[in-house]
């Protein structure tokens, strides 16, 4: 005869068949949970993602990364976010396109460590619900890089001047076949018209320096293409490509790639990109300036009194369309990638990404004399405007400077100001479209 507790304890067990033994397994025996990832293949991205999937590791969540090439990834995440589509729970966000996407992304405002961050850089990123939409990976920060092999650091140009004169002595001396490298096709201008327009005192819309939408609106959006200001700029990269020769003709098609390259091979003397390339060009299996390059101020134009910078982010956006149960899994993974003090540092060595939890600098800065110096090139450098606007016309406004100023650069010189004349209402058109 059973006894009434043996027959209890098989009803139970009974019970317990039929609801799942999921219940009451060891969460490593559940099923897990995936989170996907779109960014663009880069090693900034990499070592960011790097903390991630220690955490994801860690909680038993698979963690699958979708690299996709720079020119296709804004037109195919914009869709997949439009169509409120689950592909992707993580995506890489950029300034450029902060405001395109506002309306598409969670807020982030809750996840944890967001109070350790910069806030300057993340104008780009309020909703309209005045929501922020974005967690920092990294600080994009423009850097004038120069040859630390041929110059002492008092002996780096100060001014656009001194930029030419350098560059010529070091050219008719036999160390480099170029002074100044940098890209400035679309999607490049930052590496050459931008820096030198801003480092101006001048800008793309009236008025000058502004990121106010409102303001700008206000102001029809005006295009200070044609300005004086604007007119300097130009001729400067004329005479650079075509009478000073400190720079290659060719360099109006260059990306930053192609000018890596170039400096990279010990061809040039400076180059600007962001600061997330130092690891690239101390990488011995691509660069042949390995411990040979430094960081300074960018050379000032005529009209600047003083040395200006920019001090933007690379973020991390959660779309609106992944499934509730994933956003609460990717903030938690967003909060412990801010607190990874370790996976930050290592970040930074490996690719010269400052990392977004600012508290970690001073750490970083006790031990590597690098860092320092690119505190005083750029953070120490107060920052006059945003290396973007933003709103949502803003990759048309890009196309159109871009078209107009490189046909500025290729025409002959005395037609630059009617170019720009003519160009300055397409800019207009642009962001009013």
């Known amino acids: 005869m059973v006894s009434p507790i043996r027959a209890t304890r098989r009803h139970l067990l009974s019970c317990l068949a039929a609801i799942g033994l999921a219940a009451v397994l060891p969460a490593a025996a559940q099923a897990q949970v995936e989170l996907k990832v779109g960014y663009m293949k880069h090693p900034i991205q990499d070592a960011s993602l790097d903390m991630m999937e220690k955490w994801a590791k860690a909680n038993n969540v698979k963690f699958t990364r979708v690299p996709m090439a720079y020119n296709v990834f804004q037109e195919k995440v914009t869709a997949t976010l439009t169509t409120q589509g689950d ?13 395109l996407w506002e309306k598409w992304l969670e807020p982030t405002d809750d996840v944890k460590g967001m109070e350790n961050v910069d806030k300057w850089p993340l104008d780009a990123f309020w909703s309209a619900e005045k929501k922020m939409t974005v967690v920092p990976m990294v600080h994009t920060v423009g850097t004038f890089f120069y040859r630390s092999d041929l110059l002492k650091p008092n002996e780096v140009p100060k001014t656009w001047a001194e930029l030419v004169t350098v560059s010529q002595k ?31 005192n001048c800008d793309i819309f009236y008025p000058l320096l502004e990121r106010n939408n409102a303001k700008l ?13 604007h007119k300097e700029v130009i001729e400067f990269w004329w005479d650079a490509l075509h009478k000073h020769k400190i720079s290659p003709e060719a360099m109006t098609s260059y990306g930053r790639n192609e000018a890596n390259a170039i400096f990279m091979a010990g061809d040039a003397a400076f180059t600007l990109v962001d600061s997330t390339h130092w690891g690239e060009f101390n990488d011995p299996a691509r660069s042949k300036i390995v411990g040979k390059v430094g960081m300074a101020p960018f050379p000032m134009g005529p009209r600047a009194k003083a040395h200006t910078s920019w001090n933007e982010i690379w973020g991390w956006g ?30 930074w060595k490996k690719t010269g990404g400052p990392p977004p939890n600012v508290k ?45 100023s490189v046909k500025a650069l290729s025409g002959k010189r005395e037609d630059i100001g009617k170019v720009l004349e003519e160009g300055a209402p397409l800019v207009t058109r642009a962001a009013t479209n």
């Open 87 to 99: 592909q992707f729970d993580l995506i890489w966000h950029n300034d450029d396109w902060g405001q």
């Open 170 to 200: 070091l050219q008719k001396d036999g160390k480099v076949k170029w002074g100044y490298v940098g890209g400035m096709s679309m999607n490049n201008t930052w590496f050459a018209q931008w820096w030198t327009m801003w480092t101006n």
């Open 217 to 229: 609106k206000a102001g029809g959006f005006k295009s200070a293409l044609a300005d004086p200001c």
């Open 318 to 347: 959660i779309p609106k369309g992944s499934p509730a149960e994933k956003k609460k899994l990717t903030k938690q993974m967003l909060a412990a990638m801010l607190a990874d003090e370790e996976g930050q540092i290592t970040q």
């Open 360 to 404: 970690v600098w001073d750490k970083i800065a006790a031990q590597d004399p690098v860092f320092k110096q690119l505190k005083h090139a750029v953070f120490d450098q107060k920052p006059i405007t945003h290396s973007a606007y933003y709103f949502a016309q803003w990759p048309a406004v890009h196309k159109a400077y871009s078209d107009a």
